[in-house]
């Protein structure tokens, strides 16, 4: 980094934190850092005023342990760890990977931080239900102990019994409590005679005719 500059002047510097920091602030005593990049890497840079300035760099460890909560024990696992870097920001990222038969419901990340608890605003991306990987990401702000509590809920198989003159269209999966849409096909000179639903004790389950689409 250059040691001097006059008046105007763009001054710009790298920070490289180590593995487990990131850059929490910058301060400019005589100045204001703005980020900015060049090239491929994240840097910072100042207008060079008229007097001497300081630079003031703070780095704070990451995480110092995570620990998964679930409401249904052995049902998901934390696959990932890690940080990934935005342009101007850096947010922790985690995958949970459930187990056959379980779906995530609802998921919360909260850091423990000298004494206090924050509650993390999460953002899902890449949710391959398909997969059983759910993906998360938070922007770092407090560091320290991260909990993730995942509430999950059982996937239940929906059978499909053979039906002909026509085809039936529905998810091979769903939760308690879900609505189940059913979608006819008839084929050409056919029309629905009747849909009847009952669940594996051979309880019969009401069909509400919005579910049924001919």
């Known amino acids: 980094m250059q040691e001097t500059a006059k008046a105007g002047e763009d ?3 790298t920070i490289n934190p180590t ?3 990131y850059v929490f602030s910058i301060d400019i005593y005589g100045g204001e850092a703005y980020e900015t990049m060049v090239g491929e890497r994240l840097t910072y840079a100042f207008e060079m005023p008229s007097t001497d300035v300081t630079i003031y760099v703070e780095q704070l460890e990451i995480i110092d342990s995570v620990t998964l909560v679930t409401n249904i024990e052995d049902s998901c696992e934390i696959s990932y760890c890690g940080v990934y870097s935005y ?7 985690f995958d949970i990977i459930v187990k056959d038969g379980y779906t995530v419901d609802d998921v919360i990340a909260e850091i423990s931080y000298q004494g206090s608890t924050y509650t993390c605003s ?3 991306f890449n949710k391959f239900s398909y997969q059983d990987v759910f993906t998360y990401s938070f ?3 407090n560091l320290g102990d991260l909990t993730i509590t995942a509430t999950l809920e ?3 198989d929906i059978i499909v019994e053979s ?5 039936v269209s529905v998810l091979s999966k769903s939760t308690e409590g879900s609505t189940v849409s059913i979608i006819l096909k008839p084929d050409d000179g056919y029309v629905v005679s009747s849909v009847s639903v009952v669940d594996s004790n051979g309880n019969t389950v009401t069909v509400e ?3 049924i689409h001919l």
Do not use: I, Q
């Open 209 to 211: 005719p919005t579910t």
């Open 87 to 93: 342009p101007v920001r850096k947010a922790f990222v």
């Open 122 to 124: 999460l953002y899902s």
């Open 11 to 13: 001054v710009v510097f």
């Open 19 to 21: 593995d487990t920091a």
């Open 154 to 156: 059982r996937l239940y």
């Open 163 to 167: 039906a002909e003159n026509g085809s």
């Open 139 to 141: 922007f770092l702000g």
